[in-house]
């Protein structure tokens, strides 16, 4: 038996088929007859020199033989197309795939991204929002945008400023609860997206930074923080916000944060690339871009106190 390996296309329709466990599907996976994909697998067959596929009635099921190659070609089509992927995504400069959580990106990254594409019309841009991790050396991104204290094992990782929460509500919220002893008997908004900070950064938290002691009560909650902010917005209550989800509605006047003092978390956003990847063109526009967005802001805060909560 020669060791020589069959032909590609043979290995292909084998793949699928041991995937799809139907001659059928794979024939329409791969756009081809069943007559055609039927003749693949005959020839790997010949070529092994041993059946790969017990055809039954109206199934298929694999030898012993298909059950050992078939693992080993499923690893290594995926392996075939990182690398294809990772090879067109080197000459590739004009695109540029972002992920980022659907908080930063509803509340930071899109009201501003009309002004990344102005100044770079020749990048299409590509906004992938979601909590998942991706992994940059499989999944088809280019930039990641994390909040966390993560370790980034393998990655270029810039953190951004920072982070920080500050309560936040309306103009007509305010007028009532004017003071941060007033805050006590206000309707409080609860961000449980942070509960994994650590030390924790809620309401309790905030009021020991201001002296003052508070024992929760009942309040909304919700599991995303751009909610939370909009909830405030609507002047359900008085939110504790993050310093980006917060910006662009207290600078439009929708809500404002007027106790000056603003507890800080070791976790930050982090921005991640390849090492292999950190100098193309549309990723160092980007990263540039990013880090000048946010500085644009930082004066906002200059009188603000803020509190690590490691020292509460």
């Known amino acids: 038996m020669s060791d020589r390996l069959p032909p590609l296309t043979a290995l ?3 793949d699928a088929a041991a995937r799809h466990m139907s001659f059928a599907k794979a024939a329409e996976e791969l756009n081809v007859t069943p007559a055609a994909l039927s003749f693949q697998i005959k020839s790997l067959e010949e070529h092994l020199g041993a059946p790969l596929f017990r055809r039954l009635n109206r199934a298929v099921e694999l030898t012993e033989a298909g059950t050992a190659l078939a693992p080993g070609a499923d690893e290594g089509f995926q392996a075939l197309s990182t690398a294809w992927r990772q090879a067109r995504r080197v000459l590739d400069t004009t695109s540029l795939t972002v ?3 659907p908080a930063l990106t509803a509340k930071w990254l899109a009201p501003r991204l ?3 594409a ?3 019309p020749d990048i299409d841009l590509r906004l992938s929002a979601g909590l ?6 499989r999944d088809n991104v280019d930039v990641a945008i994390r909040f ?8 270029v990782s810039q953190a951004a400023r920072p982070e920080w929460l500050t309560p936040v509500m ?3 919220l305010y007028a009532r609860f004017p003071t941060p002893e007033s805050l006590r008997e206000a ?3 609860y961000d449980d997206s942070i509960g994994f900070l650590n030390p924790t950064c809620d309401w309790p938290t905030w009021f020991r930074a201001m002296g003052l002691e508070f024992t929760p009560g009942h309040g909304t909650h919700f599991s995303h923080a751009d909610h939370a902010i909009d909830a405030a917005c609507a002047g359900l209550g008085v939110a504790l916000g993050r310093r980006p989800m917060i910006i662009k509605d207290v600078q439009e006047g929708r809500l404002i944060a007027p106790f000056k003092v603003a507890i800080e978390t070791d976790a930050k956003f982090r921005f991640l690339c390849l090492p292999s990847t950190q100098d193309r063109p549309q990723i160092k526009a980007f990263r540039e871009w990013f880090f000048a967005e946010i500085e644009k802001t930082a004066h906002m805060w200059d009188d603000f106190k803020i509190v690590p909560v490691k020292d509460l």
């Open 12 to 14: 292909r329709a084998f």
């Open 99 to 101: 992920t980022a959580g």
């Open 114 to 116: 009309y002004e990344f």
């Open 118 to 120: 102005r100044s770079h």
């Open 132 to 137: 998942r991790v991706m992994d940059l050396h």
């Open 148 to 155: 966390g204290y993560g370790v980034d094992e393998d990655l």
């Open 170 to 172: 309306t103009p007509e």
């Open 187 to 189: 309707p409080l908004i």
